[in-house]
């Protein structure tokens, strides 16, 4: 950790280190994909009364990836026409974590996604910055000190100031030989392969929540939860606490739709060629509104 002296790390420990190329403490913004997420929500407590999310604020959610491969159109829609506060990507799985992996294996400075890297972020860095909007990914893969220090040196070329947050704690490589065996959903137990390459387990929320606090511009972290990319910011956003059940939830559920992106305005409909720029906006009374943006087709 010595070569990363300037970066906040946050981890199951609780470890922390600043990696800061710039000072910006300006609250910002970030999106999602071909559609996103504006959200404000009061919750009535159990004595009747309500702690007002909504009528104070509203925040604007935006995916740009639901993974590794997706469209590359769907950033630049988001950031030039988003009015986002907060922009994020998901672009892990089990086998994407597995190539990952193998590429870290051949060269120790990948096993990250170098797309987030050079094509979602380098092209529109500048913009993202005068915007304000603030990034949440978990492109860092098996390698999320080796994917900030790449964002590092995007944020250094443009000649920015920003914050990079990095969330670790996922990757149980170091504590391999205490683990034998894993409990199975029948309650039985089953041995684990002696032949193994990479075991991580899903973080949550909660350290994304942290990271924004402590005024992260961009926060990079291995494998998480896919909806705490959006339930991250949320927490953040509204002072959502960990007690917050029905809340926690109703950010998770907004989470999963957002981060499959263009799936929820119409991408996995049979016939979505027939209805160009096809939407749904699903609005509850204070709660969520989903959409997308304008001179999109429903499967951008």
């Not at 380098?122 to 964002?151: F, M, Q, T």
């Amino acid at each position: 950790m010595s070569g990363f002296p300037r970066f906040l790390r946050l981890s199951r420990s609780a470890s922390e280190r600043l990696w800061r190329t710039g000072s910006a403490e300006k609250c910002v913004s970030s999106r999602f994909r071909a559609n996103f997420l504006r959200l404000g929500l009061a919750h009535q407590n159990s004595r009747g009364g309500s702690r007002c999310y909504s009528s104070c604020k509203t925040v604007r959610i935006g995916c740009a990836s639901g993974f590794w491969g997706d469209t590359t159109t769907s950033a630049p829609q988001l950031i030039y026409s988003g009015k986002l506060d907060f922009l994020v990507f998901d672009y892990l799985s089990e086998i994407t974590m597995s190539l990952l992996t193998a590429a870290r294996t051949k060269m120790p400075n990948l096993g990250y996604a170098p797309d987030f890297v050079q094509v979602a972020l380098a092209p529109y860095i500048d913009d993202i910055h005068r915007k304000g909007i603030r990034v949440v990914s978990n492109a860092g893969g098996v390698n999320p000190l080796a994917c900030a220090e790449a964002i590092q040196e995007v944020i250094k070329k443009a000649g920015l100031e920003l914050k990079v947050a990095v969330v670790t704690g996922d990757d149980l490589m170091p504590v391999r030989s205490l683990l034998s065996e894993v409990k199975m959903s029948d309650g039985g137990t089953q041995p684990l392969p002696k032949t193994l390459h990479s075991m991580n387990a899903y973080l949550g929320a909660e350290p994304i929540r942290r990271c924004l606090d402590l005024g992260a511009d961009i926060v990079v972290t291995g494998r998480c939860v896919d909806s705490a990319v959006a339930l991250g910011p949320l927490m953040h956003t509204f002072g959502w606490k960990r007690v917050d059940y029905d809340l926690l939830a109703a950010g998770s559920l907004a989470g999963h739709l957002i981060e499959c992106g263009a799936q929820s305005t119409g991408g996995i409909f049979t016939d979505w060629h027939q209805v160009p720029d096809w939407s749904v906006s699903t609005e509850q009374r204070s709660g969520p509104v989903f959409a997308k943006n304008p001179k999109t087709t429903s499967s951008s």
